[in-house]
C-alpha cells in the first residue's frame, strides 16, 4: 500500500448512480417499517423495493381517479391497509 492517496477529487455518495430514483429521508411508523422488513426477508428483496413497489400500485390506482395529491394522511391509511390485509 501507498503512504499517501490523493483523495482531493474523489466525491462522496452512492458510487453507482441510481437513474430515475432520488434518495430522500421519511419517517415511518415502527410497525410498518417491521412489516416490510420482515415481508422483503421472507422473500429474498429489500425493504425499500417493496415499498416503493406498494406506493408505485397506490399511485398507479389513484392515477385512473382525479389527480388527487397523496398526503401522508393518504400513505398511512394505505399503509395500513395493506398491513391489515395481509
Aim: no cysteine; net charge positive.
Amino acid at each position: 500500500m501507498r503512504k499517501e492517496y490523493d483523495f482531493s477529487k474523489g466525491k462522496r455518495g452512492a458510487v453507482i448512480p441510481s437513474p430515475g430514483k432520488t434518495r430522500i429521508t421519511i419517517m415511518l411508523d415502527d410497525e410498518i417499517l417491521e412489516f416490510f422488513r420482515t415481508k422483503a426477508e421472507a422473500n429474498g428483496t429489500g425493504y425499500q423495493t417493496l415499498i416503493n413497489a406498494e406506493l408505485r400500485a397506490v399511485v398507479g390506482k389513484l392515477a385512473g381517479k382525479e389527480s388527487e395529491p397523496l398526503t401522508v394522511e393518504r400513505l398511512r391509511q394505505v399503509l395500513r391497509e395493506e398491513l391489515h390485509a395481509a
